[in-house]
């Protein structure tokens, strides 16, 4: 006997049925017609791709999130469904760059795997519709890029969002004029990106702590949570640290305050959903003892003073003219900084241009994007309402990352939007037009029993034949009234009765449903003419 298995699917996966589908169509057709609209032209990549193509390209934290597959005897790691289209994307390019003419303009829409913690908004399998220009060095494409975005949000009724702007130049320039080491640059980046989860002092710790060995945190973090659940005696933590790789004399250093942080916890009762972030925010309040250990060597840590002047430069706000200028001023020593703060003039001077409203983008300098491949601008979509959805369309410019598949260096700029995302705001804030129905059929026609069979097979393939959606009942025998309810609860609009009385003298009864059966309307034609009078129905 063949053993059952439980009906389920990994977390963060999802199923979609034919209402959410018809709906996430509708969000497509837009999508595409507004691509279309603007000269971008399909096409798709592959979904799995060689680990080697990947690696190295979106940092630390995302190349964790990278589902690894394997088949048969292939060795094990060998291949990875893909994080993003734009990695793909620039091995296509560099693969047949002989045979594209640039610009080349391309969209694609398909799904992308991430094993990220699944939650609102975020997901294992979700869809990017991926726009981009490769071959042009003009801010006149990344402009266009915003444009497109604002377009297909606008016309899917998106009125409360905000397209934030930066540029990866500026963040370098200020990196330099604050006095942040080069080597700490990654980690500046990737802690700055968090700051909408994690607040200003979050972010502010995290940076404090940029520099410390990884294995060390972990270390820490994994012996607090043993303290806090009961499992390591406080005053044996010293002893737990060691057994995890911890130095000696750091772990005595360690100690006195990783109790005092533990104990405070355990008073609180720190619930298990919350330890995660309880014993990572424990490790990064050791920071000063950390420092103190490593003598806080100018290569290895950012210094408190340039965290605390980055964080308020970061914040800087105004006028995007009058914050330029402000910030002209103070980068006026880094060429990489004056650089980007030039291609953001260029770059808001054409979005204007394009038409797209001053009020719907922002200079934002602390959005950052985790990916490493960025170089030059990049953007971050998000909306007012509902609070808790993160950004619903990213992207920027990469000109560097074609360039690591080959001899071939070509520029590139591009943006995704969340499908999963747009389509969670619009279902939780009503936004679907009134008339968009829920099902693919416009008519059924009913079937009473073998002998109105065939006639009612007639008139299904005369709708169709006329590009009216239809479909015939299956179950012959069936009550005309579960026949209207089948009707009703899949949201079709219109009935084509042929019972034996209607056939008797060659006529069909079409009923239009209402909401209610006040609601409903119905009318008596030819067989031969059912399909022109729905057509004229209104």
């Known amino acids: 006997m063949t053993s059952k298995v439980e009906a389920r699917i990994p977390a963060g996966m999802r199923d979609i049925l034919p209402p959410d589908m018809i709906k996430r169509d509708y969000v497509l057709g837009v999508v595409r017609q507004v691509f279309e609209k603007y000269g971008y032209e399909p096409m798709q990549t592959s979904a799995l791709e060689l680990t080697e193509t990947m690696a190295g390209k979106y940092g630390e934290d995302a190349e964790r999130l990278i589902y690894k597959a394997w088949y048969g005897d292939s060795p094990a790691g060998e291949f990875s469904l893909r994080y993003d289209l734009s990695v793909p994307l620039c091995r296509l390019i560099a693969m047949n760059a002989n045979d594209l003419t640039r ?13 990220d913690r699944p939650q609102k908004g975020r997901y294992r399998e979700f869809y990017q519709c991926d726009i981009d220009v490769v071959g042009s060095e003009s801010m006149l494409a990344d402009a266009e890029i915003i444009a497109v975005i604002y377009e297909v949000l606008n016309t899917l009724g998106f009125t409360a969002f905000t ?15 604050v006095g942040v080491p080069d080597n700490l640059r990654p980690g500046l980046y990737r802690s700055i990106d968090k700051l909408d989860k994690i607040g200003l002092e979050g972010v502010r710790r995290e940076l404090l702590m940029v520099g410390v060995p990884t294995e060390f945190m972990q270390a820490i973090q994994k012996v607090a949570r043993l303290g806090i659940q009961g499992k390591v005696e406080l005053d044996a933590m010293r002893r737990a640290l060691v057994d995890e790789g911890v130095p000696t004399d750091l772990a005595l250093g360690l100690e006195s305050a990783l109790h005092e942080t533990v104990e405070d916890a355990i008073a609180r009762a720190v619930p298990s959903n919350e330890l995660q972030a309880e014993t990572r925010a424990i490790a990064q309040g050791l920071a000063p003892e950390l420092r103190e250990f490593y003598n806080e060597q100018a290569d290895q840590f950012i210094p408190m003073d340039v965290v605390d002047k980055l964080l308020d430069l970061l914040q800087i706000s105004g006028p995007v003219g009058q914050v330029l200028d402000d910030l002209e001023m103070r980068l006026k020593d880094s060429a990489v900084g004056m650089e980007g703060l030039s291609e953001m003039r260029d770059l808001f001077y054409y979005t204007a241009a394009f038409g797209v409203p001053e ?15 960025y170089t030059g601008p990049i953007l971050e979509t998000t909306v007012s309402e509902p609070k808790a959805m993160p950004s619903i369309c990213g992207g920027g410019r990469y000109d560097g990352l074609i360039g690591r598949f080959g001899d071939v260096d070509i520029p590139a700029t591009g943006g995704s939007l969340g499908i999963e995302r747009i389509i969670d705001v619009m279902d939780e804030l009503d936004m679907f037009p009134d008339d968009i129905k829920l099902t693919t059929s416009d008519v059924l026609v009913t079937v009473f029993d073998a002998s109105t069979a065939a006639a009612s097979l007639d008139v299904v393939t005369s709708l169709r034949q006329a590009g009216i959606n239809s479909m015939i009942y299956f179950e012959p025998g069936d009550r005309l009234g579960d026949q209207l309810g089948y009707a009703s609860s899949k949201g079709i609009p219109f009935v084509v009765i042929i019972g034996p009385d209607e056939l008797a003298t060659g006529k069909a009864t079409i009923r239009k449903l209402g909401k209610t059966k006040k609601d409903s309307e119905q009318r008596e034609v030819d067989l031969a003419s059912v399909a022109a009078e729905i057509a004229s129905w209104t």
Request: with cysteine; proline share 5%; charged share 20%.
């Open 359 to 373: 009020d719907a983008c922002a200079l934002n300098f602390a959005m950052v994007r985790g990916l490493e491949y």
């Open 103 to 115: 610009p080349f303009k391309r969209y694609q829409i398909a799904p992308v795997y991430r094993a």
């Open 163 to 177: 397209i934030s702007i930066n540029n990866r130049k500026i963040l370098d320039g200020i990196g330099q004029y």
